[in-house]
C-alpha cells in the first residue's frame, strides 16, 4: 500500500478515536503530548488501526510508535505494495 493512503487512513483513524479535525493532524503531531492520547487512548488507537488494515499487531511493540509520522511509517513497512 502506497505511504500517502496508509497516511490518510492513518490521520482519519487517528481522528476520529481523539476527536479530532483531520486538519489538526500532522506527521510530526505526538499521540501523547500533542494529541492528548492517554494509555487507554493509546490502546484503543492500536486497536482501531489493527481494524482499518486488518492487521493482528504486536501491541507492546505498536505502542512503542509515539507520532503520527512514526505509525505511518510503522504501517508502511508491514503492509505490502
Do not use: C, W
Not at 487517528?14 to 510530526?28: F, G, H, P
Not at 500533542?34 to 481494524?51: N, R, T, W
Not at 488494515?53 to 510503522?74: C, M, R
Amino acid at each position: 500500500m502506497e505511504r500517502e493512503k496508509i497516511a490518510q487512513s492513518v490521520i482519519a483513524v487517528t481522528a476520529r478515536e481523539l476527536n479530532k479535525n483531520t486538519d489538526q493532524i500532522k506527521e510530526e503531531h505526538h499521540f501523547a503530548y500533542d494529541l492528548g492520547a492517554d494509555s487507554l487512548k493509546s490502546i484503543e488507537l492500536v486497536a482501531a488501526f489493527e481494524e482499518e488494515f486488518d492487521l493482528d499487531l504486536d501491541e507492546e511493540q505498536a505502542l512503542k510508535v509515539q507520532t503520527v509520522g512514526g505509525a505511518i511509517d510503522f504501517f508502511s513497512k508491514l503492509l505490502p505494495d
